[in-house]
């Protein structure tokens, strides 16, 4: 039968060999609460000497403060955890799903039966390298990393971690997607090519509003204010993730904050066009009318558009105009660069796009400022060349 032997570890804990033949150090780390009783811990090792080594390290750590007691939590489990604790009623229901499918498709089958304490930065790393190398962009990389960087500070905040792995680990070069806003040539080539479509009027609002697909499809009559001539942007269509998801109308915008804007005239004439048209549809439809949430832009019936539907009309369009690379939300960046263009500063651009920042507006359309701030430059010297040098 092993020696069994007691000795005291410099006062701070106990250490003895147990009767399985490893060594065991117990030591306290406070008192509980509750009760007011001391708490203990134990640390187990195949040595004296590991024993004494772990002991010292964890008295060192309860000295300042940062002790840790273990927790055998899995990375899946605590991911589900802060899913439904942390997140679930707190978050549009679109951002939610978007969790969920990061987690299960990407942060689960790489690192989920890793205890959390465990995790290192090493991890998360190769969980990085293992993305890029299955050929994903940078882009959903960074997503997945902002996730995972989310539910880690919550555990870190409640004591579970000592540190958050992600921050020793590299993200790839995001690769921004090329902005190509439709040309001086191409606009009236767009407008005259849509002549015909039933979604006409839709894209024409996309184009002149600088709206989201979403926003310009959920877009309802009562946002809708022609005789101030000012769009109230507060809401949007989405489509629920996964085979089967139902369409609905989710009650904010993308940055969560609705705005106010004032297009160009030239938008409610196609505002106008679309109210008449809806007008005859609903006397045609008859009671198959069906339009409760009272959206500007619908079908023969008063259903809303098919956001794939829109998209699919959309790069038809774009072909036959020259330019099969263009997506619907470039409508969005041809408003905000043919507004820079004519003028406007980026404050006025940035509340018309609704972006948070106006860093960020800079940031997208830097390629246009960079004009702006030539004819800035121009205008301050022709101020300054005229002004009179009185001797």
């Known amino acids: 039968m092993p020696r069994k032997s007691t000795r005291a570890a410099q006062g701070s804990g106990t250490i003895r060999q147990r009767p399985d033949g490893r060594w065991e150090a117990r030591f306290t780390v406070g008192r509980d609460p509750g009760t007011g009783k001391q708490m203990q811990r134990s640390i187990y090792g195949s040595t004296q000497k590991e024993v004494r080594q772990k002991l010292a390290q964890a008295v060192a750590e309860v000295d300042n403060g940062i002790y840790q007691a273990p927790n055998?939590?899995?990375?899946?489990?605590?991911?589900?955890?802060?899913?439904t604790t942390f997140c679930e009623g707190k978050v549009k229901p679109l951002t939610y799903q978007s969790y969920e499918g990061i987690i299960k498709n990407h942060i689960a089958p790489a690192i989920g039966a890793v205890e959390l304490q465990m995790v290192k930065g090493t991890h998360v790393q190769r969980l990085y390298n293992s993305m890029i190398k299955a050929g994903l962009s940078g882009k959903t990389v960074k997503n997945v990393s902002a996730v995972l960087h989310k539910a880690l500070s919550v555990a870190l905040k409640q004591g579970i971690i000592q540190s958050n792995p992600c921050d020793a680990a590299e993200l790839p070069r995001v690769e921004h997607h090329e902005i190509i806003p439709l040309t001086d040539e191409e606009i009236p080539r767009f407008l005259t090519a849509i002549d015909g479509s039933t979604?006409?009027?839709?894209?024409?609002?996309?184009?002149?509003?600088g709206l989201?697909?979403?926003e310009c499809l959920g877009l309802s009559w009562k946002q809708v204010d022609f005789q101030r001539g000012r769009l109230t942007i507060s809401q949007q269509l989405q489509k629920a993730?996964?085979?089967?998801?139902?369409?609905?109308?989710a009650p904010t915008t993308k940055s969560g904050k609705p705005r106010t804007i004032e297009p160009p005239p030239i938008a409610f004439e196609y505002l106008w066009a679309e109210r008449r048209k809806q007008a005859e549809n609903r006397l045609k439809a008859g009671p198959v009318w069906n339009n409760p949430d009272d959206l500007v832009f619908t079908n023969e019936q008063g259903r809303h558009y098919v956001i794939l539907t829109f998209y699919k009309n959309f790069k038809k369009i774009a072909a036959s105009i020259g330019r099969p690379d263009a997506r619907p939300h470039d409508l969005r960046h041809t408003a905000a660069t043919v507004a820079i263009a004519s003028g406007a500063d980026i404050k006025s651009v940035q509340d018309l796009?609704?972006?948070a920042t106006a860093s960020f507006t800079l940031n997208v359309y830097a390629h246009t400022s960079e004009q702006m701030m030539k004819d800035t430059a121009a205008r301050m010297q022709s101020y300054y060349d005229n002004l009179t040098v009185e001797g």
């Open 241 to 249: 993730k996964g085979k089967g998801g139902v369409y609905y109308i």
């Open 212 to 214: 989201r697909e979403g």
């Open 353 to 355: 796009l609704g972006h």
């Open 199 to 209: 979604m006409r009027n839709a894209y024409a609002l996309c184009l002149f509003a």
């Open 72 to 83: 055998k939590i899995k990375v899946s489990e605590w991911m589900q955890e802060w899913l």
